[in-house]
């Protein structure tokens, strides 16, 4: 049993540094100060002469105790894989061509995180009542929320990840969702470095 739980937490940690991996081939990874804070703050290297630099993801551990205050507003989990993900690095906001990953930006806990899932009041306000939690957007800029679908969790305690039409929320009212995006945040996770191996070739 104790061999299984090693193997699969070991498992585990080979896909999320594929996935953080994964960013650099899907993403340009600019870093501007005036347009990307969060991305000028894990920069790389020293601005070029237009004021461009690169950033990279940083692996920062945070205490899973500083879940709470977020789970509290959110009255969810995350799903397994995202917790141990936002637990273990920090990252701005990147498009993964499906879809684009809301930052958890640098600090020692995930008030920041918090802040990027509510910072558009008009989709919180929609999206938390319905049993929606925005992790993410439409690729590019698409501005529909990608989000976890609370009200479906599966035997893992994953979720169906789906995209939910924005125009419908703040124009209407009314949620809609527009696609299922993959069946669980996993699957999402593997498409993507699926995707991104294959950009390699």
Sequence with gaps: ?????????????????????????????????????IAWELRVGEPDQFGWTQWRPRKEMVHAELLAPVYAKLQARFPPFYERLVLSYKWAEVDLSSFRLLA????????????????????????????????????????DPVCFDIKSPTKLRDYRIVKIDHEEILCNNRIKVVAEVAPSFEQLVRQTIERANSSDK
């Design 104 to 143: 958890n930006p640098p600090g020692k806990d995930l008030y920041r995180l918090l802040a990027e899932i509510e910072r558009d009041k008009g989709l919180w306000e929609s999206l938390i009542p319905a049993g929606y939690i925005q992790f993410g957007k439409g690729p590019d800029i698409d501005y």
């Design 1 to 37: 049993m104790e061999r299984a739980l090693v193997s699969s937490l070991m498992a585990d940690s080979d896909l999320l540094v594929q996935f953080i991996s994964s960013f650099e081939k899907l993403d340009d990874m600019a870093a501007i100060r005036e347009t990307n804070p």
